[in-house]
């Protein structure tokens, strides 16, 4: 039994029966030094508002992302306290665990050394809140950097359409990391990546876990954007991921990045290059 539960059952004892403190900690092999022990907590009140403040204005962010926000802004907290408040602020959030399904790798990748050498795609699928229409959001991340490469939405995207955003980005990577959707096996696609000189790789069907980069982001989006908006038009979409996504490139930190945002790495690894 913990000291703390012991503390309660002494007392709940001598408020049963009429003991000492002396005779209650002997019987429940408590030391005194311990039973007279009073925690004495001196939060600071403007790091608790910070942290409310935090909490609020990113509602799907977990105490380790927060955590690292808050020690960005100069705020010296260990993370055991941090999430002691956290919880005692009852802001923990409520995830649901599914079962794991092991999987064997295919052939191994090389990881990326640098930016725009490999980026990764997909979709993500939601609906406009009036009239519940679904549309689609093309995402595309970079494997390297974990930046936020582009975000396009539209009620409908086919493969001519996947290659006509694509080159509104400007410099592309070498290799697409992709599933086996029509929109990325069409001709529109290949035709595309061929001319430009880009190698389409392509996960095993049913392997999600072969294109993580992207499957994680497309967590992120969902759970930070599109699950905390209500979407009345096509362009309120469109305004909202895109404000999203720079949001996320340039103040979200990653724990996977020692803490930086993706573009305070992308700018860091520059700047390492040139030297």
Not at 14 to 21: A, E, G, H, K, Q
Not at 49 to 73: F, M, N, P, T
Not at 183 to 188: D, H, I, L, Q, V
């Amino acid at each position: 039994m913990k000291p703390a539960a012991k503390k309660a059952v002494v007392q709940y004892a001598r408020d049963l029966y009429p003991i000492s403190v002396r005779r209650a900690c002997r019987l429940f092999r408590l030391s005194r030094s311990v039973e007279r022990y009073k925690i004495i907590r001196q939060d600071d009140p403007n790091v608790i508002a910070r942290i409310k403040e935090l909490a609020e204005l990113r509602r799907r962010w977990g105490y380790r992302q927060l955590h690292r926000v808050l020690a960005r802004e100069g705020v010296k907290m260990n993370q055991k306290k941090f999430r002691r408040i956290y919880r005692d602020l009852k802001l923990s959030l409520k995830i649901r665990k599914g079962r794991k399904i092991r999987a064997m790798p295919r052939a191994p990748i090389q990881p990326p050394t640098g930016p725009s050498q490999r980026w990764s795609m997909d979709f993500v699928s939601d609906a406009i809140g009036p009239s519940g229409r679904r549309f689609r959001i093309l995402t595309v991340v970079d494997d390297f950097t974990r930046e936020c490469v582009l975000l396009y939405a539209d009620f409908s995207i086919p493969g001519f359409a996947v290659t006509r955003a694509l080159d509104t980005v400007g410099v592309l990577p070498k290799v697409f990391n992709i599933d086996n959707g029509s929109e990325f096996t069409g001709k529109a696609m290949d035709g595309w990546a061929f001319e430009k000189g880009i190698k389409l790789d392509f996960i095993r069907p049913g392997k999600p876990n072969e294109n993580a980069f992207i499957e994680s982001f497309n967590g992120k989006l969902r759970n930070e954007c599109l699950n905390e908006n209500w979407f009345t038009s096509l362009e309120d979409v469109r305004r909202t991921i895109e404000a999203w996504r720079i949001d996320y490139n340039e103040n979200r930190p990653h724990s996977s990045l020692g803490g930086l945002t993706p573009r305070e790495f992308a700018a860091q690894t520059t700047r390492e290059d040139s030297h």
